[in-house]
């Protein structure tokens, strides 16, 4: 009916007037800034602090007739002199655990020490030197493939929407899987292959979230044409806030559990998914958003803001 037709010339206002974003850009753009030159610092002064799945060192995989109990096994292994330790279980009766090859101690050392540390029954099935080459390959494959996550959500956003808001998302997901890697940078927190998914998940989860945000900037584009971008894009962040509040909370408080509850193996995984979530949810706000009013490139009903702001200026 003609009463449910928007006026292109008023904001609606359904839940009180829009709260003004764009005006705090700016603060936004420096605080992105902020962690863009301490995540550069910290990557170049410090590095990632590598697990063994990109270091290498010594893989034995054990076998007894009770079955292996994964925290008591890693809590062993500590006793026994290795303070870092990767231990996985198969089939309750097998485990493979993983250490580091440190000094002058041979393989074959190293696996007798893990044995005496397992207990009597083990039988040690299988002793594997996995050799630093092998690492760097896996931790570059690592690499790639959060590049090419990257580049994909991209090349999805480009073609779902316009170019414009395909740049912005492009940029908006680099920024958070780069902020994710200058936290684990700071913090010298264990980077494994386990941490590389959660990178791709806070990855996932920053495109959902710019998705949402664009999806109703666009459509509030087409409705209220006479509206400057500013206007639309503070409706469009406010008429969505509750919703990536909600689920950025709901998610929050999974990944708690799985931190508290995953024991060593999840912790950083799960602290991943929860930094993540807090810089995507700020990120959607303050850096996808912002750059489509400085970003180059022609927007929807760009003609008829244009002509609105001629006439002002006339008038």
């Known amino acids: 009916m003609w009463w449910d037709?928007?006026?292109?010339?008023?904001?609606?206002?359904?839940?009180?007037?829009?709260?003004?974003?764009?005006?705090?850009?700016?603060?936004?753009?420096?605080?992105?800034?902020?962690?863009?030159?301490?995540?550069?610092?910290?990557?170049?002064?410090?590095?990632?602090?590598?697990?063994?799945?990109?270091?290498?060192?010594?893989?034995?995989?054990?076998?007894r007739d009770t079955p292996f109990d994964p925290g008591q096994v890693r809590a062993e292994v500590t006793e026994a002199g290795f303070e870092e330790s990767n231990v996985t279980t198969s089939d309750g009766n097998r485990v493979i655990i993983r250490v580091p090859l440190e000094g002058d101690a041979t393989v074959a050392e190293i696996a007798g020490k893990l044995q005496a540390a397992l207990g009597e029954g083990a039988r040690i099935l299988k002793t594997d030197n996995v050799s630093g080459k092998v690492s760097e390959e896996l931790f570059g494959k690592g690499i790639l493939a959060g590049v090419l996550a990257v580049l994909g959500i991209g090349a999805y956003v480009w073609l779902r929407f316009e170019f414009k808001f395909g740049t912005g998302a492009f940029i908006t997901t680099f920024h958070d899987v780069y902020a994710v890697l200058g936290f684990f940078s700071l913090t010298q927190m264990t980077f494994d292959l386990t941490i590389v998914a959660g990178v791709l998940t806070v990855a996932g989860y920053s495109i959902n979230d710019t998705v949402v945000v664009y999806d109703r900037i666009r459509e509030m584009l087409k409705k209220f044409k006479k509206l400057s971008i500013v206007q639309v894009i503070d409706i469009a962040i406010t008429s969505t806030l509750t919703r990536t509040i909600m689920t950025s909370f709901a998610t929050m408080l999974a990944a708690g559990a799985m931190a508290i509850l995953g024991g060593q193996v999840l912790f950083g995984f799960a602290i991943s998914i929860m930094f993540g979530i807090i810089i995507g949810t700020y990120s959607s706000i303050f850096v996808a958003a912002p750059l489509l009013i400085h970003l180059p490139g022609k927007i929807p009903g760009a003609k008829y803001r244009e002509e609105a702001a001629k006439a002002a200026t006339q008038s």
């Open 5 to 63: 037709k928007p006026n292109p010339n008023k904001p609606p206002a359904p839940d009180g007037p829009a709260f003004p974003f764009m005006k705090i850009r700016w603060f936004g753009f420096i605080f992105t800034a902020l962690i863009f030159i301490v995540t550069t610092w910290s990557l170049w002064t410090n590095g990632l602090n590598m697990g063994l799945d990109f270091t290498g060192g010594v893989q034995i995989e054990a076998t």
